[in-house]
């Protein structure tokens, strides 16, 4: 009855990539990643779903695959979300989007397309769309 539920969306933070960090190379994480740096690579989550908070200092070269996504700064190339998806106001996005569920806040810029996946998110995220 008071059982912790191991399907529960991700809401902590475990790992900071900090605003005078360069990382170079994909990125597999679980749990949740703050992104206030530079990453020049891809970004998913490892087998768990997974939370990414990339802030306005934040930027992100390459593809971006994780189920909950809160973006206020910029991502260059696609982002696919299976879960939720959250554009601040400050976010920019040069690439496609997939989401099941958006949020977008005014002022966000999106250079792509918005391809909305349904109810089966992860499975078509899974095989690349």
């Known amino acids: 009855m008071f059982s912790r ?4 969306a991700q809401t902590r933070i475990d790992t900071l990539i900090s605003t005078d960090t360069r990382l170079e190379g994909n990125i597999s994480f679980s749990g949740g990643l703050r992104v206030d740096g ?7 989550e490892a087998a768990a779903p997974a939370m990414l ?3 306005e200092h934040g930027r992100i070269e390459g593809a971006v695959t994780v189920a909950r996504i809160i973006l ?19 976010s920019r996005v040069q690439g496609d989007v997939y989401y099941k569920s958006l949020e977008i806040h005014t002022g966000a810029i999106i250079d792509g397309k918005l391809v ?5 998110a ?3 995220i899974a095989e690349g769309e």
């Open 5 to 8: 539920n191991k399907n529960k």
């Open 38 to 44: 530079k990453i020049r690579g891809d970004v998913s």
């Open 53 to 55: 908070v990339l802030s």
């Open 72 to 90: 206020n700064g910029e991502v260059q190339g696609p982002v696919r979300s299976s879960e939720f998806l959250e554009l601040l106001a400050k």
């Open 116 to 120: 909305y996946m349904g109810e089966n």
């Open 122 to 124: 992860s499975a078509a």
